[in-house]
C-alpha cells in the first residue's frame, strides 16, 4: 500500500476510534438469542433433531466392522439401515458413553462417511448445533440406506486410548455405529459381525450365531445391549470358567504374547472366590453370563470400564507370570464385577437415559463410584486377591490423601460428580487444590466405611452395609431390566438397615466445604484404626504405592516423576516456596539429584538444624530452595487403636454364607 494511502487509512481508523462509544451504531443484523433461531445461513432450514420415542425401530440394522487393518489402526464400518419412507432421516454417533459419564464420544474420529441407496450417494449435513447429528433426505422408493465410514483408531493414548496393536483389538461398537435418531436406544434392533484377522480368537458377552473363516456373526441384540458388550479379539487368547456354581462366569485373557495366558490354578482359584464372595454379597444375578475381558498389554491403552454382562480390563504383560509385582494391583476386576449390581442393574436415575445421545446428569456418582470402589475392595480382601496387608495399606493411602487434600475448602465432594462433564477425567494443575474424579471413587469410599462401621456400631454387630447391598442391589435375581434409584431411594434402602438420620449423615459428608471441613476419617476410627505415618514403608505398602520411593507428598510435598517436580500439594512446603510444576531438580545439597539422594538428604535432616537445599531448573532459570524440614520421610499406615472392637477386620474377612 503506497505512504499516502496508508496515512490516510490509519487517520480513518484514529477518527473512528474518537468517536464517544454512545454515538456509534450496529448494524441491523439480529444478535442470536437463541441457538435455534440463529439465520440460515446455509441457505436452507436446518430439521430438529428428533427426540427419543418409546417406540419399536422398524426393521434390522445390518451392521459389519472389519478390525484387520492393524497396521494403520483403521476399523471399516459398513451398515445396512432400514427406512420407514420418504422424508428426512437423522442419524446419531453417540455422544454420552456409559461408564464414562461425560460427552465423550470421539467423533473426530469418524471419516469416510458415505450414504447410498440402490447405488446412489445421498448427500447428508451435519447439524450446526450438535456435530453428533447428521441429516438426510430419502428419497421415494428408498427403503434401506447403505452406510460406510471408518474410524480412525489412534497410534497412542495421548488423546484417545489405543485400541489397535499387532495382536490386539478392543472393539468399541459405540465408538463405531451410527444409530437413528428418535428412538430409544433399546427399541433398535441391530444385527452384529465382525471381520477378524486370521486365527484370531474373542472375547465378548455378545451371543455368536455362526463362525465362518474369520468373519464372526452375533446373534440380532437391541442397540443398548450391543454398546454393553463390546469385543476384546487377539492372536493370544485364553477363556476360563471362574464360577464355582455353574460355568456362567469366565475370565478371557488376550495377551501381546502367548507366555502371559499362564495364569496358574492358585492364582484362578482366587479370582473363583471373588465371584463366590459377590455371590455371598449381593445373593443375586442380573446376567446370564458374564465375561471378564483382561488384557495383558504394554500396547494397548490402558482401561477398566463397566458394562452389564461383561467388563474391559487391562493389566501389565506380566500380570500372572509376576504374581508379587500385582500384588497391589489386583482389586480392578472385583470394581468393575461390583458395577454389574451397581450402575448396570441399578443405576441412578438421572443417568438411565433413552439414548446415547441424551445428556447425563452425575449427581449420584459418590454411590454408582463409590460403593463400588468399597465393595471391590472388600471384595479384594475376602477373596484373597490383596492380602489383609495389602488392604490397609491401601485404606490408609486413601485415608492420607483426603486427610491432607486442601481442595474441600472451596469445592465440596458433592460437586465432584460433576467434574466429567467438565472435561473427561481432566485433572487440571494442582489435582490436590481442584478435586476430580478419583474424589467420587476414593473419598466416597470413606463415606460408605463411616457408613457401614456405624450401622455395625449401631445393631451390635447384627447388621452391616452387606445387608443394604444384598436388599438394595440384590433384588430380583434373573431380572436384567436397568432400574433407577435415587437420593432418597438411597436413604430409605439404609433406613430399613438401621434407622438413623442417613440424609443427614450423606448430605453432611458430600456438601462439606470450607476451611473447616475435615475428610471423613470416623468410619476408620470406630472401626478400631488410626492413621499415622511411617519412614519405612513395608512389602505391602509398596505394593500398593508403587511410586514410594519418588513420593515426597507427605513430606517436601511434591513427587518426582523422573527429575521433574509434579503434583505440587496446595499449601504444602514446597507449594509455600513458590515452585509450581514443571521444576526440574538438579542438585541436592550440593550432589547431583536422583530420588535416592533425596530420601538421604530428608532422613538426614531429622537429626539437624541445616536445611535441605535443592536447586532447581526450569527453562534457563535457576533456584536454590531451602527447605527448613526436619520430620523426615512420611508414608501412611494404619495402626490399631488398642482396647477397641476390630470392625475393620470383621469387614475384610470372607463371608461363610
Known sequence: MPRTRLTAACLAVLMAAAVPAAAQTFRSTPVVTDASQAPLALGRAQPAIPAPQDRPYPGVIQYRADITDRDRRIIGVTQTIPVAGPGPLTLLYPKYLPGNHAATGPIQLLAGLTVTAEGRRIEWRRDTLDPYAFHLDIPAGVTAIDVAFQQLTQPDSANWRVLMTPNLVNLQWEKAILYPAGYFSRQIQVAP???????????????????DGDVATFATTDLYTLIDSPVFAGAHYRRIDIDPSGDRVHLNILADEAKGLAAT?????????????????????????????????????????EHHRSSENTGAPEFFTDWKKSAGDRSLLPHEFTHSWNGKFMRPADELTANHNVPTQNTLLWVYEGQTEYWGEVLSARSGLHTRDVALATLANIAAFYDEQPGRQWRSLQDTNNHNLMGYRVAGQYPSWMRGTGDYYRESLLVWL?????????????????DFARAFFGHDDGRWAPQGYTFDDVVNGLNAVYPYDWAGFLRTRLDAVGPDAKAPLAGLTRAGWR?????????????????????????LGFTLSGDKLTNIRWGGPAFQQRIGAGWSLVAVNGKAASAEELRDAVTAAKETDAPIELLLKSGDRFRTVAFDYHDGLRYPRLERIEGTPDLLSDILAPRRR
Do not use: C
Open 450 to 466: 463411616d457408613a457401614d462401621t456405624l450401622i455395625r456400631e449401631g445393631t451390635r454387630g447384627r447388621k452391616s452395609l452387606d
Open 265 to 305: 490354578d492358585d492364582q484362578l482359584k482366587l479370582y473363583e472366590n471373588m465371584v463366590q464372595q459377590a455371590d455371598r454379597l449381593f445373593g443375586a444375578r442380573h446376567f446370564d453370563h458374564y465375561e471378564f475381558l483382561f488384557a495383558l498389554s504394554d500396547q494397548l491403552g490402558g482401561i477398566g470400564l
Open 193 to 211: 459381525s465382525v471381520v477378524l484377522p486370521a486365527g484370531w480368537q474373542y472375547g465378548t458377552a455378545l451371543d455368536t450365531a455362526s463362525r
Open 531 to 555: 492413621l499415622t505415618y511411617t519412614d519405612t514403608p513395608t512389602e505391602a505398602e509398596k505394593a500398593v504405592q508403587s511410586g514410594w520411593a519418588n513420593d515426597f507428598q507427605y513430606s
